[in-house]
T-cell receptor
Framework: DVKVTQSSRYLVKRTGEKVFLECVQD?????MFWYRQDPGLGLRLIYF???????EKGDIPEGYSVSREKKERFSLILESASTNQTSMYLC??????????????FGPGTRLTVL | GQQLNQSPQSMFIQEGEDVSMNCTSS?????WLWYKQEPGEGPVLLIA?????ELTSNGRLTAQFGITRKDSFLNISASIPSDVGIYFC??????????FGPGTRLSVLP
């Protein structure tokens, strides 16, 4: 079974703090993704990575950065957290083009509150 | 960008009833995925579809990849209380990423 884990289930931070959200997958997947999920707005893609040290902006990258130093780990960074970044953050991973089955698996989510 | 529509937006059913929901797109997709998300949790993959016309089952769940490649359907038979949640569809064209629908919220009344 694919396992995607996220470092925290719940996080409370103050405005202006630097926040790190970590995601680890154990299936040797090439692709990893960070989404945020808000009521009425659905899932929105922040950043994704298709290989180590590679990253691409998604639909809403502003205020975020990412790091992928190892294949299994994809980090989302909020350089200076703001209250409008309060949200549920979901990490996902998926095999690359060489995979016959291109199923995307999600982690359990991190609910971040910025005060 | 691409948009997926899901219907119904929400539904309330009696335990034991069958459920049908669908997902439509203005674009052609080559992969459809169906997820279930419970409160406070991440989406869990239920069924993956890869071929137009494909019909796939997972227990009481059955999903179909529409012949036009622009839609997909999910059916749940004999619903039970633990079926409660939000069901998302996701479609992928020949690009890298999936597009997600807004979800169908299912409530099961005892």
């Amino acid at each position: 079974d694919v396992k995607v884990t996220q470092s925290s289930r719940y996080l409370v931070k103050r405005t202006g703090e630097k926040v790190f959200l970590e995601c680890v997958q154990d299936m040797d997947h090439e692709n990893m993704f960070w989404y945020r999920q808000d009521p009425g707005l659905g899932l929105r893609l922040i950043y994704f990575s298709y290989d180590v040290k590679m990253k691409e902006k998604g639909d809403i990258p502003e205020g975020y950065s990412v790091s992928r130093e190892k294949k299994e780990r994809f980090s989302l960074i909020l350089e200076s957290a703001s209250t409008n970044q309060t949200s549920m953050y979901l990490c996902a991973s998926r095999g690359g083009p060489s995979s016959f089955y291109n199923e995307q698996f999600f982690g359990p989510g991190t609910r971040l509150t910025v005060l | 960008g691409q948009q997926l529509n899901q219907s119904p937006q929400s539904m309330f059913i009696q335990e034991g009833e069958d459920v049908s929901m669908n997902c439509t797109s203005s674009s052609i997709f080559n992969t459809w995925l169906w997820y279930k998300q419970e409160p406070g949790e991440g989406p869990v993959l239920l069924i993956a579809l890869y071929k137009a016309g494909e019909l796939t089952s997972n227990g009481r769940l059955t999903a179909q990849f529409g012949i036009t490649r622009k839609d997909s359907f999910l059916n749940i038979s004999a619903s039970i209380p633990s079926d409660v949640g939000i069901y998302f569809c996701a479609g992928r064209d020949y690009g890298q990423n999936f597009v997600f629908g807004p979800g169908t919220r299912l409530s099961v009344l005892p």
